[in-house]
């Protein structure tokens, strides 16, 4: 089993505010093997009523940074188990079973994302992207690493071993010596952290293969309950968020930058874009996008 925290991942604080919360079915059944249950009155219970039992767990809202996390936090066994074969056919079979229509939309995801010139912008500012060479932890089949049209080359690290469906891309996931020893111009992690259950040993496993030079940009969704915080009290969100999907960190604009910063990295520029889109299963409007360099003192 996976644990459960009582700190703020982003930020380490303690000083949070919690609410109950249940997983949805789909992650409930692949990742922890919990399906709901349903209670009959032939079980025999006295004091539970008939019903259906759904995998619980909490809503963390941390007072310090803004951040807002579910507290059970998956094992690489649990992370295997939900992201093995991701998108494949068992993955979206089962899902389409818990979320009829997810197939087509998994179709629609498959063809890549439509705001990669808002990226590219982004970014044109830190890096030529022409002769670039290009490193993207996560970067499934390389439709979405920005300017990979134009790259020298693009090294995709993604555990799901996909097939690239780019020409100048491989997938070195299995490769880790030739990664270390590569001169990146530009490292992508992007629409990684929001799944991840500590986000700090991912940014540590990027950025121990990439050189101070090196730019590396990072893009989360700034989903719609963070944006709305902005003008409504923050205690409020966790009182908001009662189910979590695949999306266990939503992040703030204080909590990725400090983030950020807590791991050696000097933020160049961060910003909320827009770029409505849908990402797996969960519809968002915007983004928060971070240009940043390893710290001179790493």
């Known amino acids: ?23 949805m079915p789909f ?54 188990s939900l992201y093995c074969d991701y998108r494949g ?8 079973s818990y979320e009829p229509g997810y197939s087509r939309q998994n ?27 290009i490193l993207d932890w996560g970067g499934d089949t390389g439709l979405n690493t920005p300017f990979h049209s134009i790259a020298k080359a693009v090294h995709i690290y993604d555990p799901s071993n996909k097939a690239v469906q780019i020409t100048n891309a491989v997938n070195i996931y299995k490769s880790d010596g030739f990664l270390v020893n590569y001169d990146y111009d530009l490292a992508v992690l992007s629409n ?6 500590f986000p700090s040993e991912t940014l540590n496993d990027v950025t121990r293969h990439i050189s101070r030079q090196c730019v590396l940009y990072v ?3 700034y989903e719609t309950i963070q944006t709305e915080a902005l003008t409504k ?18 992040f703030s604009l204080s909590s990725l930058s400090i983030l950020l910063q807590q791991n050696g990295l000097e933020i160049l520029r961060i910003t909320a874009a827009n770029a409505s889109c849908d990402l797996d299963g969960v519809s968002f409007s915007r983004i928060l996008q971070v240009a940043c360099k390893k710290s001179a003192n790493e």
């Open 27 to 80: 992650i409930a059944d692949r990742a922890l093997g919990l399906p709901p249950w349903p209670i009959t009155k032939e079980m025999g219970f006295r004091s539970i009523q008939e019903g259906t039992a759904y995998a619980l767990c909490k809503s963390l809202h941390c007072r310090s940074c803004g951040h807002l996390f579910a507290d059970y936090r998956f094992n690489e066994t649990e992370m295997r």
């Open 89 to 96: 056919d068992t993955y979206t079979n089962l899902r389409d």
């Open 1 to 23: 089993m996976g644990i459960t925290v009582s700190h703020c991942v982003c930020c380490g604080s303690s000083d949070l505010s919690s609410n109950s919360a249940l997983w």
């Open 233 to 250: 009290p923050p205690f409020t969100l966790r009182n908001k968020k009662f189910h979590w999907h695949e999306h266990i960190n939503l």
């Open 107 to 133: 179709t629609a995801l498959s063809q890549g994302n439509d705001y990669m010139r808002l990226v590219e912008d982004f970014l044109s500012e830190f890096i030529r992207g022409r002769d670039a060479t």
């Open 219 to 221: 893009e989360v969704p």
């Open 192 to 197: 990684v952290l929001e799944h991840i259950p």
